[in-house]
């Protein structure tokens, strides 16, 4: 099954490393045009400067910042069209209702739910107008299941899910696909630095599979999503997890 992206648009938030790093390896591999958002100048400049597919854009997005939000929104409403969004971009901090501040709860909501409905809200204004666009919210397993220290985290990955089923209903009239992507457990440095070796062996145990995913498998569901193949599947929680979920 060949997937060409020649001469189409993708958006990519977080899309500096790990599975957005993989996603955006992906749709390169398929001959996007992409613009890759992430927080860091000195990385962005960095990855600019060694990237060998001039189609691919870093550029600087931080949710945090009102600035930088409408400085990005102004900048993708001059391209004129958008084929693909796949809001990538989350923060996670593991604490228990106890523990967790208020400030730490607004900035995961802030990055994870209000940051998606900013962007989406503006790109699919442009997938409206040119007829056509496919939208890939990134939300996680624990938008389906939770544990202690997930309350922050699993409330705005829940509200992605709902948020994604809900405009599916309001853009599919305009041929706009919305889906959402729930990995589970993903072998990325950011995964073996919060939970450390030790939890991540009895992780692992509790996973069908035996072991975490790659991110590479992550990003190829999300090429599916986005991919002039799927035409039918919208308003849809796809869940990557080796069968984390399933008991």
Not at 8 to 15: E, L, R, S
Not at 82 to 101: C, F, M, P, Q
Not at 151 to 157: E, H, I, L, Q, R
Not at 222 to 239: A, K, M
Request: proline share 2%.
């Amino acid at each position: 099954m060949k997937i060409d992206f020649t001469n189409k648009t993708v958006v990519v938030t977080g899309g500096t490393r790990g599975v957005g790093a993989a996603i955006v390896q992906l749709f390169q591999e398929c001959n996007a045009e992409i613009i890759a958002t992430g927080t860091n100048l000195d990385n962005l400049k960095r990855l600019n400067e060694k990237s060998s597919d001039k189609r691919t854009k870093y550029t600087h997005l931080d949710f945090i910042s009102d600035d930088s939000v409408q400085n990005f929104l102004g900048y993708i409403e001059k391209l004129g069209r958008i084929d693909v969004l796949i809001n990538n971009a989350g923060v996670n901090k593991i604490d228990s209702i106890h523990e967790i501040s208020e400030n730490d709860w607004d900035w995961m909501n802030e990055v994870n739910l209000r940051g998606p409905f900013l962007i989406t809200r503006s790109v699919s204004k442009i997938m409206k107008k040119q007829g056509y666009g496919k939208i890939v919210n990134i939300a996680s397993v624990f938008s389906i299941v939770s544990r202690a220290k997930r309350a922050a985290y699993s409330t705005t990955k829940w509200g992605l899910v709902g948020f994604t089923k809900a405009i599916a209903h309001d853009l599919a009239p305009h041929n706009i696909l919305v889906n959402a992507v729930s990995p589970g457990f993903v072998d990325t440095e950011l995964t073996r630095r919060i939970l450390g070796e030790k939890e991540i062996e009895k992780l692992v145990s509790s996973i069908p599979q035996k072991r975490l995913a790659d991110a590479g498998e992550i990003a190829k569901a999300i090429l599916f999503l986005t991919s002039d193949h799927n035409t039918y599947i919208t308003g849809q929680n796809i869940i990557v997890d080796g069968g984390f979920t399933s008991a």
